[in-house]
């Protein structure tokens, strides 16, 4: 099996890892932090995600440069551009510390006006952590991109999953002797720093990889930067989606409020990651068929392909959740985080939900647009646009607290994917109108019966998880059943009697060598 199948299969299990192990840890850490430290936790990790960004997406920069010169086996050229890229990263650490030296000194306390005293010091210490851990994890992620770009994907993905494993179960050890939010953020660096060194260990030793400067021109960092401001935008992006709420209520509100926003933000997140496992794979198909001059409705019919696919899976996540949803996180983290809280927790979750699957459903035209390399239209969209959904989530947090918030990034996300579908229509040329058509057929009416169907299911008397259980095993074979019967396609029915047949798989869905 080759590095890139191994790849993507340990990419798989890592993300199955994430989530599951991340549901499991999530009460047992909120019970042992308290809602207030979990939340401060959270709070700060966003903010310590938004200096982060300081990295202008150098990283994936990384992966495309060594590939390139690795490809023109231009050795002297690769040593020269990681040297340089070691210089730009130097100045990228100078400013971490530089920014956090003037948030902690000239901010802090006068930002978090809802924190205590104690609370303050304890947010204080976790901070001057982590950007001490931004400080060298941000030089040190290169590595990661030099395995990428030398196509070593085995390693650092293993090692990722070791990671995850061990910080874990230090985790539950450390907490189990009384470890609060602060040995946390100590454990989080000590694995940094260890992963950093294995992984230099590999570069170094392993792959023979040199830093050398060569020659230092201004013009090559101009490329270098030119390159990476695209990703920054995106990651800027991701900043305000996923963490720019973190920042309102962190000055409006008390530490347990964004313990229940972090909540349904986490089960949010959670919902993408099954889409993401199936339309990953396919940015190579997609850059196939744009170089191949694949016709607008060529490309509609893959994108309707993957689409049916992922609508599947992430219905039968989405009607479980909007069903069973509040009792699953009543009985997760209702003890701590109180009926009311657990309440706001699921409705968070089910607002992402809810806005997120037609992105997710469409997220091979994601692909589309960088094989055609027109990104930029959508980076600048969904940047202005979470822009504006943070200020509108700022003013409805005010009344409405988390939920309040939340709604305003809703909003954003749901003006851009009806532009964007406009954008496809137009400038790609898909056939939005015949994808929604087809994506339909078959699937609503079969999902409003299984809709009816759970709802009754979800009269069966009694609490507790195995009620919980017993629904979702109901609902689970209501779902299999009908879905199979009434709301697939031929195509699909074959693709789910050949699941443990992965090149059949593949190659059924047209992943393999696209003929024009």
């Given at each position: 099996m080759s590095q890139l199948k191994k790849g993507a299969f340990l990419n798989y299990i890592s993300i199955f890892l994430?989530?599951?192990?991340?549901?499991?840890?999530?009460?047992?850490?909120?019970?042992?932090?308290?809602?207030?430290?979990?939340?401060?936790?959270?709070?700060?990790?966003?903010?310590?995600?938004t200096i982060s960004l300081l990295d202008f997406g150098l990283n994936n920069t990384i992966v495309r440069f060594v590939a390139k010169y690795r490809a023109e086996k231009d050795k002297k050229g690769?040593?020269?551009?990681?040297?340089?890229?070691?210089?730009?990263y130097l100045v990228i650490s100078v400013l971490v510390v530089i920014v956090g030296a003037i948030f902690y000194y000239g901010y802090f306390d006068s930002y978090f006006t809802k924190m205590s005293v104690e609370q303050i010091k304890i947010a204080k210490i976790m901070f001057v952590i982590l950007v001490f851990n931004l400080a060298i994890k941000l030089p040190g992620g290169s590595f990661i991109g030099i395995c990428s770009g030398y196509e070593q994907f085995v390693f650092p993905k293993t090692l990722n999953i070791i990671r995850y494993l061990l910080r874990s179960l230090t985790v539950v050890g450390i907490l189990l002797l009384g470890g609060k939010a602060i040995a946390l953020v100590i454990i989080d660096t000590v694995f940094s720093m260890a992963v950093i060194m294995?992984?230099?260990?590999?570069?170094?030793?392993?792959?023979?990889?040199?830093?050398?400067?060569?020659?230092?021109?201004?013009?090559?960092i101009k490329e270098i930067l030119k390159y990476s401001v695209w990703i920054f935008v995106f990651a800027l992006?991701?900043?305000?989606?996923?963490?720019?709420?973190?920042?309102?209520?962190?000055?409006?509100?008390?530490?347990?409020?964004?313990?229940?926003?972090?909540?349904?933000?986490?089960?949010g997140t959670y919902y993408g990651a099954f889409s993401t496992a199936i339309s990953s794979v396919f940015l190579p198909r997609a850059?196939?068929?744009?170089?191949?001059?694949?016709?607008?409705?060529?490309?509609?019919?893959?994108m309707i392909k993957i689409g049916r696919l992922s609508f599947v899976v992430l219905m039968y996540i989405f009607i479980a959740f909007a069903l069973y949803g509040y009792q699953f996180v009543n009985l997760w983290?209702?003890?701590?985080?109180?009926?009311?809280?657990?309440?706001?927790?699921?409705?968070?979750?089910?607002m992402i939900m809810a806005a997120y699957t037609l992105p997710l459903v469409q997220n091979f035209g994601n692909s589309i647009l960088e094989a055609k390399n027109k990104i930029a239209f959508k980076a600048i969209l969904y940047l202005s646009f979470m822009i504006i959904g943070t200020a509108i989530g700022a003013l409805l947090a005010t009344q409405y607290s988390a939920i309040g918030m939340i709604?305003?990034?809703?909003?954003?996300w749901l003006i851009v994917q009806n532009v964007m579908n406009f954008y496809y229509h137009r400038v790609i040329h898909l056939n939005i109108i015949r994808f929604f058509k087809e994506l339909a057929h078959k699937t609503v009416l079969t999902l409003?019966?299984?809709?009816?169907?759970?709802?009754?299911?979800?009269y069966i008397p009694g609490g507790g998880w195995l009620n919980f259980i017993a629904k979702s095993m109901l609902y689970t074979l209501a779902y299999g059943i009908l879905i199979y019967y009434l709301g697939m396609i031929q195509f699909e029915r074959d693709l789910v009697k050949n699941t443990l047949r992965l090149r059949s798989v593949l190659k059924k869905i047209g992943y393999g060598k696209y003929k024009t």
């Open positions: 994430i989530n599951t192990v991340g549901l499991a840890l999530t009460p047992f850490i909120l019970k042992s932090l308290g809602k207030d430290q979990y939340g401060i936790y959270l709070t700060i990790g966003a903010l310590i995600g690769e040593e020269n551009f990681l040297a340089t890229t070691m210089l730009i294995v992984t230099g260990y590999f570069v170094f030793k392993k792959l023979k990889v040199r830093f050398r400067l060569h020659s230092f021109q201004k013009s090559f992006t991701g900043v305000f989606q996923w963490k720019a709420g973190h920042w309102v209520l962190g000055r409006i509100s008390v530490p347990s409020v964004l313990a229940i926003y972090g909540i349904g933000i986490t089960l850059t196939q068929m744009s170089v191949g001059n694949a016709s607008g409705e060529q490309l509609t019919d893959m983290v209702g003890h701590e985080m109180g009926v009311e809280g657990s309440f706001q927790c699921w409705v968070i979750a089910l709604s305003g990034s809703v909003v954003g409003v019966l299984i809709s009816v169907i759970g709802y009754g299911i979800n």
